[in-house]
């Protein structure tokens, strides 16, 4: 089983989490479906009677324990935040139960039937072995005992423990993989969050390249010392002039504008929405917009003075892995990983534009060794 | 046993598997008694494989299942290393946990303690590189063993030393969690440990081995404390009492007292000590021992130290002394 890094960053700003209503919800869900229960005495299922009127929580359950005066045990959700209040239990150790409970539910057989506390019994079983198992300090099973409120006796509680023990093989480990499989509907949130706040801080560190990147050009075309080395395909493109307002060229290139057709050997704008689109799975159309027009603000403000540039295309990942070997070899973007990074992502990412991506891979590399080598004259 | 029914139903497998796994080992002859474990020697019937079961005290389960056992089946489930002892499988019989272990007859305090067995310095060199294998394993693992000491070294029948007794071990994880400090058998136990420190590293672990090393080469406990403050004071007795110099924001734990200073031992001192240590052996020891664990060496530091490299060559654990069985 594979799990990518931005599962395990979701995994890390999950479990920081405070523990919340709806991990006690869905713990709960998660406890009924281990194991289904009998109903006690037959008398029960003659006729089903339909549910009291709703009414707020407490009242609800008093109704229920009052009217079974017998030993119902409370409700399982109840059951359960008193369980976390009393211990003080963190979400850490309070989801790794969940890993036990579905274990379980694949080791129990699917004929077995409980009384109506064996859900709490299960939960408070696998509570406990994952307090026990996790943490340098857990409380004794007759702390335990006595935060069931009196449901369970001390003696019941050493007993479940034992037999889950039984149950799971005495193998209490918990690997990332389970964690992941198991908090999957917790993690699935963040894991956009992540993915969109790496997608902007990509976004950034994208433009101060280009800026860096346009800057280095812009003393390529002006400085006639750089002529002998400089490339055709180093004209940086004064295809656009600046009379165009800038929101309308931001506007063209994010919608795939005729533009494109204007510029041939020149980054044509549809580049730039394809990747665009490629992320726009997640993040809103909107949010993409303001980001590009900050891009664009920013780009233009710098070089405006030149008046011959036009913006790059925005390079937006979806990928997470890629986004951090980008922004590595943004950091040293001295090596020639650099250089061979792009082509290669040109190539997974975008094949219909090869040409485009070669072209500027080039473009940046002849810069760069221009760069290089006048360093190394100075040096 | 009517939980049992109200767990599971009538089917009651649980007992079945017991019963089989049980009867696959032989019980035979106690070996030794803990304050929460008895030992016995028996045989995988399987394989005719001599074993050690380790049977849990549990009081009767009065309190549940103990947390060190917990800890020792988690970590020796996780841990598989030369210099680690092997546990072989897990059992609950009557009321008790059994683990079963790897069947190993020696622990180098008995060694220590025959004064008939002379240790040259490569015997020396070899347990040390051994413990120092089994430790650097559990580190890169992320888990502490928090009670090292030489009754925990246990020695193969071919002379193969393994970490033994993970009842207090447990793995290192997020910075900010709290740990007791009220760990390691106190002979052994690091000085921010003394001062209530309650995060710490696997330095704490070096210097267990560090004293072990010190008391290899004594043949006598290095740092005997009677009790927890004087634990302190013959600490820093032999070793300089931490200051902020030596040791930055020292007085910020929780323990700190400064009644006793005490100057740190000159290298003379120490070589007055450690009569047959060379010059690289002291620097090791001394490394192991500094009393500011972020100044104190790793695993990965100890094993590349000069001492490991220089001669003479740690014996083969075969050669090793061993003891010979009196009474049988």
């Given at each position: 089983?594979?799990?990518?890094?931005?599962?395990?960053?979701?995994?890390?700003?999950?479990?920081?989490?405070?523990?919340?209503?709806?991990?006690?919800?869905?713990?709960?869900?998660?406890?009924?479906?281990?194991?289904?229960?009998?109903?006690?005495?037959?008398?029960?299922?003659?006729?089903?009677?339909?549910?009291?009127?709703?009414?707020?929580?407490?009242?609800?359950?008093?109704?229920?324990?009052?009217?079974?005066?017998?030993?119902?045990?409370?409700?399982?959700?109840?059951?359960?935040?008193?369980?976390?209040?009393?211990?003080?239990?963190?979400?850490?150790?309070?989801?790794?139960?969940?890993?036990?409970?579905?274990?379980?539910?694949?080791?129990?057989?699917?004929?077995?039937?409980?009384?109506?506390?064996?859900?709490?019994?299960?939960?408070?079983?696998?509570?406990?072995?994952?307090?026990?198992?996790?943490?340098?300090?857990?409380?004794?099973?007759?702390?335990?005992?006595?935060?069931?409120?009196?449901?369970?006796?001390?003696?019941?509680?050493?007993?479940?423990?034992?037999?889950?023990?039984?149950?799971?093989?005495?193998?209490?480990?918990?690997?990332?993989?389970?964690?992941?499989?198991?908090?999957?509907?917790?993690?699935?949130?963040?894991?956009?969050?992540?993915?969109?706040?790496?997608?902007?801080?990509?976004?950034?560190?994208?433009?101060?390249?280009?800026?860096?990147?346009?800057?280095?050009?812009?003393?390529?075309?002006?400085?006639?010392?750089?002529?002998?080395?400089?490339?055709?395909?180093?004209?940086?493109?004064?295809?656009?002039?600046?009379?165009?307002?800038?929101?309308?060229?931001?506007?063209?290139?994010?919608?795939?504008?005729?533009?494109?057709?204007?510029?041939?050997?020149?980054?044509?704008?549809?580049?730039?929405?394809?990747?665009?689109?490629?992320?726009?799975?997640?993040?809103?159309?909107?949010?993409?917009?303001?980001?590009?027009?900050?891009?664009?603000?920013?780009?233009?403000?710098?070089?405006?003075?030149?008046?011959?540039?036009?913006?790059?295309?925005?390079?937006?990942?979806?990928?997470?892995?890629?986004?951090?070997?980008?922004?590595?070899?943004?950091?040293?973007?001295?090596?020639?990983?650099?250089?061979?990074?792009?082509?290669?992502?040109?190539?997974?990412?975008?094949?219909?534009?090869?040409?485009?991506?070669?072209?500027?891979?080039?473009?940046?590399?002849?810069?760069?060794?221009?760069?290089?080598?006048?360093?190394?004259?100075?040096? | 046993?009517?939980?049992?029914?109200?767990?599971?139903?009538?089917?009651?497998?649980?007992?079945?598997?017991?019963?089989?796994?049980?009867?696959?080992?032989?019980?035979?002859?106690?070996?030794?008694?803990?304050?929460?474990?008895?030992?016995?020697?028996?045989?995988?019937?399987?394989?005719?494989?001599?074993?050690?079961?380790?049977?849990?005290?549990?009081?009767?389960?009065?309190?549940?299942?103990?947390?060190?056992?917990?800890?020792?089946?988690?970590?020796?489930?996780?841990?598989?290393?030369?210099?680690?002892?092997?546990?072989?499988?897990?059992?609950?019989?009557?009321?008790?946990?059994?683990?079963?272990?790897?069947?190993?007859?020696?622990?180098?305090?008995?060694?220590?303690?025959?004064?008939?067995?002379?240790?040259?310095?490569?015997?020396?060199?070899?347990?040390?590189?051994?413990?120092?294998?089994?430790?650097?394993?559990?580190?890169?693992?992320?888990?502490?063993?928090?009670?090292?000491?030489?009754?925990?070294?246990?020695?193969?029948?071919?002379?193969?030393?393994?970490?033994?007794?993970?009842?207090?071990?447990?793995?290192?994880?997020?910075?900010?969690?709290?740990l007791t400090s009220n760990v390691v058998?106190r002979w052994y136990r690091a000085p921010e440990l003394l001062f209530g420190s309650k995060h710490y590293t696997?330095a704490i672990?070096i210097w267990s081995?560090g004293v072990?090393?010190?008391?290899?080469?004594?043949?006598?406990?290095y740092l005997p404390g009677a009790n927890d403050m004087d634990q302190l004071i013959v600490t820093f007795r032999a070793l300089g009492s931490p200051t902020e110099a030596n040791w930055t924001n020292v007085s910020k734990l929780p323990g700190y007292n400064k009644i006793n200073i005490y100057p740190p031992p000159t290298?003379?001192e120490l070589?007055?000590r450690?009569?047959?240590?060379?010059?690289?052996?002291?620097?090791?020891?001394c490394s192991m021992l500094m009393l500011d664990p972020l100044k104190r060496?790793?695993?990965?530091?100890?094993?590349?130290?000069?001492?490991?490299?220089?001669?003479?060559?740690?014996?083969?654990?075969?050669?090793?002394?061993?003891?010979?069985?009196?009474?049988?």
């Open positions: 089983m594979v799990y990518s890094s931005l599962e395990k960053a979701s995994l890390k700003v999950f479990l920081r989490k405070p523990v919340a209503q709806d991990m006690v919800s869905y713990l709960a869900a998660t406890t009924d479906s281990v194991i289904k229960i009998k109903p006690s005495s037959p008398n029960l299922e003659q006729y089903p009677t339909p549910p009291s009127t709703p009414m707020d929580n407490k009242s609800t359950t008093n109704n229920n324990n009052n009217s079974n005066s017998s030993k119902q045990p409370v409700a399982l959700t109840l059951f359960i935040e008193r369980l976390i209040s009393y211990s003080n239990v963190q979400t850490p150790t309070l989801m790794s139960t969940l890993v036990y409970l579905i274990r379980l539910r694949s080791i129990l057989p699917s004929n077995s039937y409980g009384i109506e506390s064996t859900r709490h019994r299960l939960f408070l079983g696998c509570l406990i072995l994952a307090a026990k198992n996790l943490n340098d300090s857990s409380p004794l099973n007759k702390h335990w005992a006595k935060y069931t409120d009196g449901a369970l006796s001390i003696k019941e509680v050493n007993t479940i423990e034992r037999e889950l023990l039984g149950y799971l093989n005495w193998d209490l480990r918990i690997s990332n993989t389970d964690l992941i499989n198991c908090l999957s509907p917790f993690l699935q949130p963040i894991k956009e969050k992540l993915k969109k706040d790496h997608e902007l801080s990509l976004l950034r560190k994208q433009q101060s390249v280009q800026s860096l990147q346009s800057l280095q050009s812009y003393n390529n075309y002006n400085t006639p010392i750089n002529n002998g080395v400089q490339h055709s395909r180093v004209t940086v493109t004064p295809s656009y002039s600046s009379n165009g307002s800038i929101p309308e060229l931001m506007k063209s290139s994010a919608s795939n504008s005729t533009l494109a057709s204007n510029t041939s050997s020149v980054v044509t704008p549809s580049n730039s929405s394809h990747f665009l689109n490629a992320s726009a799975n997640n993040t809103t159309d909107t949010t993409i917009k303001e980001e590009s027009e900050y891009i664009t603000n920013y780009y233009f403000k710098k070089n405006q003075p030149t008046n011959t540039f036009k913006p790059k295309p925005l390079r937006l990942r979806s990928s997470y892995d890629n986004l951090s070997n980008i922004t590595n070899n943004i950091n040293h973007n001295t090596s020639d990983d650099f250089f061979k990074k792009f082509s290669e992502e040109g190539k997974e990412n975008n094949k219909s534009n090869n040409n485009y991506q070669s072209q500027k891979t080039g473009l940046i590399k002849e810069k760069f060794s221009l760069l290089t080598r006048a360093g190394r004259v100075i040096a | 046993m009517t939980e049992v029914v109200s767990l599971s139903g009538p089917e009651q497998h649980d007992d079945e598997s017991t019963l089989k796994v049980s009867s696959n080992y032989s019980k035979d002859t106690k070996v030794g008694e803990g304050t929460y474990a008895v030992v016995y020697v028996g045989v995988q019937k399987s394989s005719h494989r001599k074993i050690a079961i380790k049977e849990i005290k549990t009081g009767g389960f009065k309190d549940g299942l103990d947390m060190s056992a917990i800890r020792e089946m988690k970590y020796l489930q996780e841990l598989r290393h030369v210099n680690i002892i092997e546990l072989i499988d897990i059992y609950s019989e009557h009321n008790g946990l059994n683990l079963i272990l790897e069947y190993l007859p020696y622990d180098l305090e008995m060694l220590i303690k025959d004064k008939s067995i002379i240790f040259t310095p490569a015997n020396i060199k070899s347990w040390m590189l051994m413990t120092l294998r089994g430790l650097h394993h559990c580190h890169r693992n992320f888990i502490l063993h928090r009670d090292l000491k030489p009754n925990n070294l246990l020695l193969s029948p071919q002379g193969v030393l393994k970490i033994a007794d993970f009842g207090l071990a447990r793995s290192l994880g997020a910075p900010n969690e709290e058998t696997g672990d081995v072990i090393f010190a008391e290899l080469m004594l043949r006598t406990p290298r003379q070589r007055n450690f009569s047959a240590a060379t010059e690289s052996t002291l620097d090791l020891i060496c790793t695993t990965t530091e100890a094993l590349l130290s000069k001492y490991f490299v220089e001669s003479p060559r740690a014996t083969d654990p075969k050669s090793l002394p061993k003891i010979v069985p009196k009474n049988k």
